[in-house]
């Protein structure tokens, strides 16, 4: 049976470009959370997000190939380099053929389309830019960076909502698995700080608001007095490769992707259910072929909602049983928002830094127990612990559920 | 001039080195692909305040031909204003 390595790693984040500034900032429990800066939000309820900081295109990007690029497509190239660079790969012509992208997105060319519209329902323009929709469309990301790199494999993109990174590289691990391709560029990200899509996401009341004018406490996961969620921004790409692929060429791998699962609730098209986040879960141990007792930590999808919150501390109970209690469950979103597509890709990484590093990132923000939410949630605090294997949870609106397990690499 | 601000437009929009547009270039050999020739009609169109259809859109292969093209509208334009 082929097995998948994970060989490199690439991080966009509210904590900075690059994973060294998202593993420090999660270590240090610090929030990218703050006033939006991207336009002028004085009109929302909610006028804070996490945007990736001091982000400026032309110090990545030439003029030309800029005009092409959403900042969702943006942000993938950026990560995508980073992982490259990471795992250390030079491709040959015919490896090309057997390497892909597998790339999610929640909201696509959001920032694009928002300006589009503006401009012909707002000041009656009478055409919109010419590159509209190849900046918008959801695959874009994808497309670009198999034409950056020159991958020549399947190339898709996935729409899941907030499990679209989880399920791109879950789905990039079955590739692998079963033959179809033996180096896979996977993750997600999005941009989707615009004014229309904050208007949207106001309407649903689940954003957090700003207490006391600090944004940066504004994301409670777990915490008895959480608000809501805060949108963020960014993307994660990892290297999967092939596990004798990696070992033939001397490769340094982070970890193993060893579990995923994928189920649907088939139930409400926004509030969370049990049994299926369940099935998810339990599906990742049984191909990762671990007993849930050897999980460790786990990456919460952890969105700060009232509803959310309680719900997967029901599911992990479930799964985990009387372990539940033992278990270091975090959420990163505290940090780094919900960056949507993103956010699956992200914590992912964060779950492999922190078997690799013998390091959990901590629940920014916790204030006070929650009787529904009773587990050890690693409060503000980064801990030391040499776990075995992480999971990485995202349940995304529409009822559509990811688990993904990582396995720290034996050396 | 039509023909400056035509060759300045270009210039900018392709992210090229001044000088290098004349009235004699075509885009073939500025590498102006497909995609690249809507942004220009587009700028054009923004520039100009004025539609450019697809006929006549057609002809513009070339900066010289897009001075023309463009001459012609505008002709056009004012002849049915006045």
Redesign the interface.
């Known amino acids: 049976m082929r097995r998948v390595a994970i060989t490199g790693l690439g991080a966009v984040s509210a904590l900075g470009v690059g994973v060294p500034e998202f593993w420090s900032g999660l270590l240090a429990g610090r929030s990218g959370v703050r006033r939006i800066t991207l336009f002028d939000p004085g009109s929302l309820a909610v006028p804070i997000a996490a945007e990736v900081p001091g982000y400026d295109p032309p110090r990545y990007f030439p003029a030309k190939k800029l005009d092409m690029l959403d900042r969702f497509s943006q942000f993938a190239l950026l990560a995508a380099r980073e992982a490259l660079e990471d795992a250390g790969l030079k491709l040959t012509e015919a490896e090309r053929e057997r390497s892909g992208v597998a790339l999610g997105t929640g909201m696509g060319g959001a920032i694009t389309e928002d300006a589009e519209y503006l401009a012909v329902y707002g000041r009656q323009a009478t055409r919109v830019h010419p590159f509209t929709i190849p900046r918008l469309m959801h695959n874009a990301a994808t497309a670009q960076l198999t034409m950056e790199i020159g991958l020549r494999g399947p190339a898709l993109a996935f729409s899941t909502a907030c499990a679209a990174g989880s399920h791109a590289i879950g789905e990039a691990g079955e590739m692998i698995r079963t033959g179809r391709a033996d180096v896979m560029l996977a993750g997600g990200s999005d941009a989707p700080i615009a004014f229309g899509v904050m208007k949207a996401w106001e309407a649903m009341r689940v954003l957090a608001p700003p207490p006391d004018g600090e944004p940066q406490r504004a994301c409670r996961p777990f915490s008895a007095d959480r608000q809501g969620l805060v949108v963020g921004e960014g993307a994660g790409v990892v290297v999967l490769e092939e596990w004798e692929h990696a070992r033939r060429r001397g490769a340094a791998v982070h970890a193993e992707l060893a579990g995923y699962g994928a189920t649907a609730d088939a139930g409400h098209i926004t509030q969370p259910g049990v049994e299926s986040p369940a099935r998810a879960i339990r599906a990742a141990l049984e191909q990762a072929g671990l007993p849930c007792e050897r999980i460790g930590y786990v990456n919460a999808h952890g969105t700060g909602t009232r509803l959310n919150d309680s719900i997967e501390t029901a599911i992990l109970k479930q799964v985990f049983g009387e372990h539940a209690r033992r278990l270091a469950v975090s959420s990163t979103k505290s940090m780094h928002g919900h960056a949507m597509g993103a956010s699956g890709a992200l914590e992912l990484i964060a779950a492999v830094l922190a078997l690799e590093r013998a390091a959990v990132p901590p629940t920014a923000n916790y204030t006070a127990p929650d009787p529904e939410c009773d587990l050890d949630y690693v409060p503000n605090q980064a801990r030391e612990l040499r776990a075995e294997a992480a999971l990485s949870n995202s349940f995304a609106f529409g009822g559509l559920n990811a688990a993904l397990i990582v396995r720290r690499e034996a050396a | 001039m039509l023909e400056d601000k035509v060759i300045e437009i270009i210039t900018r929009e392709?992210?090229l080195e001044s000088g290098r547009v004349t009235l004699d270039s075509t885009f073939e050999e500025l590498g102006i692909d497909s995609?690249d020739g809507?942004?220009l009609?587009?700028a054009f169109?923004?520039e100009f305040k004025l539609?450019i259809p697809e006929h006549a859109a057609q002809q513009m292969k070339g900066v010289r031909q897009v001075v023309e093209g463009l001459r012609s509208l505008m002709a056009k334009g004012a002849a049915r204003e006045g």
Request: aromatic residues 10%; negative net charge; hydrophobic residues 40%.
């Open positions: 392709q992210k995609l809507l942004n009609l587009f169109e923004e539609n």
